[in-house]
């Protein structure tokens, strides 16, 4: 800790530690210790102790929600400043991971969110034991799926397609098929729904999306039999157009007319504001 | 555990266990080593993090049984690389049993400070998993990376005065706000500098000399040209037929690709989260090819980046991953997907990765030169590699290629012509010698002239084209020392040039006389020499043309000396007595 030379500094210095004492002193009003913790930030990795009192009031479970998530909001604020917080990282990452079995739903949530954008390997494991184990799921499956999302190597693929096949909800299984668009070996399931009508839209928008990303030349041929398709729904071929548009042979899709014919009249018919933009965009690159 | 399979099956808790009794056991070590390769059956289907915990509590085994040199590899590997808080731990402290603390380890462990330094995270070494969940347990202990490291460079003792200076550059660099040590660490370093110091004060040296390096297993290791190259690694025809998609969308095969010339293949992946694996390799492989290209060796040692994830990282990926690199992308430099699959090149390469399902779950740094037949010649694994250093043993591999072909000219030569023998070291030399003898032979008159005319033909078609085939040539002629000739290329168009002006007065001389087929058949060998085999590299063209130089050559000589006598013979008997 750099000691402060100037009286200007000493003041900050002293504001910090008078904020600090407030937002982590369990006799303050809630509301004047959650204004407290907006402006500790800075100060909170000045020292060990400083850094200890914020992350015990954070693991807390009798302080208040709002005084708890305001010390876990002012702990990421200052794990921004990268330099002065990492060697504070690796007491904050360990006091997260005691939180992942908090009682409390939101605490427990934000907390799952953090360590799963740094990928942590503790909090993937138990994510994905909650998926296998229903009764030591830590957030709902739909949930858990987006946290595991963050990292193409959490090994979730296996249980995504299992949930895919037999999905809890439909928000699960949205969000399982959102995690499998990175695995290729996941082709023949997208293909699958894309062809399926009685898939809801969004899923079969995503499966697009997912073809498109995984085997572009497969979605190239389905996204014109969408398109000519006048049974398909508006924000599908919106989806198909953009493929084609971006994406397409130029060779090929130039050349084919009835497919040139069809989004000539989508440009000018379509009840889609989308759709119609979606065709002007094609139209301007395909036209002959 | 007594026979259990060591693949995919395994349990974590039962490998936990199984790691625990071997390493009780001194005579296991090897199977402790084994279990550190990326591509064991063991981690087949294992996600990333089950793969880290399981390396880990590895690495940790030989805390406890002292790290053999076959393992050193691995745990200088972690340090070099490594961006995982644990692995990097536990490397640190497995390195601490080993029995010679050397001071080429300080450098490693420099690295790694620098690596994980602002990635760092409490873990507990005492319990397999190493997941830190409260910094208060007593039971099992947390530490850090870091922590580990400065161990690590505390245990190294006087062997740690190279990194003395890496040392200062840390502390100096916290002082001004840029580092990340906590203030204990930082007080750690510090105590470790004045360590040195009072040692250096004190007179103490580094221990003795067979500790001042890494054991030569690790050498063995990162062998170049190796001529034992192990069987296993699969004969060229179970990929010659390959297919491969590049980043424009062609299509290419193994052999079309990789045959014919040497060539660097380094292996990689879009979706490698590690920034000093993969990106870093094919940023690397993009310098190397700007090397080659200083060294006007761009058009005869190829380049490739094989990707592992071929499924996913189609012609557009690749592309943008190579431009982002600044990776030259063209017919003899490529970054390729294997259409059919990766699991043909990993049995060939052997490659240092696993997966689950299609992802790869861990990988080495790993980068081959292959030779003109598509054999791999030379490996750097695991350590990042030095980019001068593929470089000179890729033109070491092509000098050698070089003087094959020379000595295949030779050979098909005399097959040709049974009284001219030529050999490719003193062509020159030998070639004017012959034919002066053949000449003799012939005709009984001295072919003067014909040294001059011979002798910058052959010299300018075996003019070689860089300084490593100059020492190879050189080398070559068997006199010693011969190679240590500084290379000048400037000789190359000298010789060129008087070739040229010889053919030219061979061309004046034909203007004066009849019978042109002397300066015809010179003219047609130096066009064989400079632009067939100079210009366009056509196997056998520069041989041809030496021959077609001195037989036009000799037949212009020959027609010189037949006229003068005829004329005087013609003016004797018009004018006799003259």
Redesign the interface.
Known sequence: ?TEPTTDKSKRTSESYATALKTATSANEDTSKRVTAFAGVARAICDDKEKLKDVINVLKDTQSPQAVRLAALRALQSASFS???F??C???Y???L??L?DDPDPEVRQRVLGILARE?D??T??RLLEGLQQPDKALVPPEKALQLLSY?????A??VAREIVRKPPNPAAKREALRLLA????SVPTFEGILRDKNEPTEIRQLSASALHS?A?KKMQAYARDIVLDDSESDELKTTSLTALTH?GEEATVSEDNALQKTVDTLKDKASSPDLKSSAENFLKKYRK | MPGLPLDSKVSELQFSILVDELKTDPAQPALLVALLREDHPIYDQ?????T??MRGWVLLAFERLGLPETALLFVLEELDNGRE??LVAAAARSLRSFTCPSPAMAAFLMRALANI??H???VCLNRY?G?????QDTAAP?T?AVDELLAALNWLGPNAEGAAPAMEALLADNAK???????T?LQELRAILESLHGDFLDGIEPPPSQCCTLPASIGALRNWLATTWPDNRGHKQDVGSIIFEDQDGEHVKFADFFYGRPSVVAFFYT?C?NPLKCSLTVTKLARLQKLLAERCLDDRIRTAAITY?P??D?A?RLSAYGKSRGVRMDGDNRLLRAVEGIEPLRKYFRLGVNF??????RHRVEVYILDATGRVAASFERIQWDENEVLECAAVLLAKDNISTVSRSRHTIENDNKEKTYTAKSSSFTAVTQSASSARERGGSTLRGLPALSIFSVATAFFPKCPVCWAAYLSASGIAGLEQLPYFPWLLPLFASLMLINLSSLWLQQRSRQGSLGFYLAALGAFLILVCGIGLELPYASAAGIVLTIIGSAISVLHSRYSTSFQRSQVGQIFPGN
């Open positions: 800790m990268v330099v002065k990492t060697p990282r690796p007491e990452l360990t006091a991971r005691s992942i990928q390997g503790y993937q494991q990292d193409i190597h959490a090994d693929y296996p990175g695995d290729a070996t995984l572009p994406f | 294992r996600g990333t993090a089950a880290i915990r808080p644990y330094q602002f760092d995270d409490l998993g997941y830190a969940v409260s910094s947390g850090t706000g840029g580092g990340a040590l906590s203030q660490q979706r989260t994830d499924e996913f189609l557009e689950i399902q299609s992802i790869v779950n």
